[in-house]
């Protein structure tokens, strides 16, 4: 009892007392500014660095079909996909989780003279994000084409093989892709093969074509393409129309002849291989 | 009147004053010590990040082009400037933005500013994105030398 006294009487270590419970204010005070502040900061700038990670390796998956598409011959080529990003250290918050599919009959390419039409449903590649911080964003490989899209808008980020001879006469090559049940979706964190393989190509001759309808999800990426291609500077009269399923463009005036390429090329993006 | 005088000699006493003394006096500097750090680190101004955006620049006959081309969205207030052969210019992004991309009020992926600035043909040109929010620059380029 009398020991308990004096320890209450006792101003031993006050100062020490008052300044750790101060310390241990000031602390909670500032993780609590940094977790409210500045980590979601750091957060969305990780974020914004994998997409532009993604951006690359999306070029590299458009360059690697382009180059099979090319060559024309029984080849294979892998490329890398990173899928998420990896929280930051000490506060653990900000692992995100992407996705990577294989959709099939995705888009369709339709061309046709007026008495004979060809049309192509196509297979696409899609990567889409789920960002925390930084803005969700999708990168599409569909006929050819690299789409980016984000907040409802889209974006051509690399163009199909399109050109324009003798000021009427085109050429147009469009890669299809296909996937294999099982191979055709990862989702999650790491990173992915995403394995291609030439099949075959196949090639079509339109005269006096009339119309190139393309069925897609991303109109505005395709309006800007055809405005930018060299269609631009032919002799061909043409309108590009918004329809219910993607664009129309519509040729008048005096007609050319379109040399189609379908390349069809097989991936499979899950792990492990189906031969 | 025991009492009394050992008040009286106690209050005449000197003993433990520097220790008393030297007590409020570190407890005073602690408190205001931390009064000062906790006032500072609860006052600081967020600072607001500059925008990850991709854009990009380039030249179409006398316009200056600057699309978006991924990335957070831009506010319509933000700035360039174009120096031409050391001449400065400064634009308002909305002003250069068409009607449809004006509509929701921001500035985002596809959208295109195009400024016309004249003959440069031949001339240098170098041109700086600013976001206004950030008060930061998010582009520098010599599109022309």
Sequence with gaps: MFMLKKFLKSDDGLVGIVVTVLVIGLIIVVSGIIQSVYVPQWLEQKEADHMHIVSYQFAQLKQSLDILSVIEQKNAISIYITLGTTEIPIFGTGRTYDNLNILTDNCSVEISNGTKSYSFSLGTAAFSSKNLYFVDQSYIYEAGALIISQSGASMLNGKPFFSVSNYTNVSFTIINISSLAGKKVAGGYGTYSIYMEYLNSSYYTVNSFRFINITTNYPNAWRTFFNSTSLKYSLLNYTIKDTSYGISVEFSGSLGNLILKITEISIQIAPGWIE | ?145
């Excluded at chain 2, 409020?24 to 101004?45: E, H, N, Q």
């Excluded at chain 2, 509509?103 to 206004?132: A, Q």
């Design chain 2, 1 to 145: 009147m025991i009492i009394v005088g050992k008040i009286e000699k106690m209050k005449r006493s000197d003993k433990a004053v520097s220790e008393t003394v030297g007590t409020l006096m570190l407890l005073g500097i602690s408190v205001s010590l931390f009064s000062v750090l906790y006032i500072s680190v609860v006052t600081i101004y967020p600072i607001s990040a500059s925008p990850s955006v991709n854009l990009l620049c380039s030249i179409e006959g006398n316009n200056i082009i600057i699309e978006h081309r991924g990335g957070k969205t831009l506010d319509l207030d933000n700035k360039f400037i174009v120096t031409i052969e050391e001449v400065e210019q400064t634009f308002i992004v909305y002003d250069y933005l068409n009607n449809e991309s004006r509509n929701d009020s921001r500035w985002d992926v596809g959208e295109r500013v195009v400024c016309p600035v004249g003959d440069i043909v031949g001339k240098k040109i170098s041109l700086s994105v600013i976001d206004v929010q950030s008060n930061s620059v998010i582009m520098m380029a010599d599109i022309q030398e």
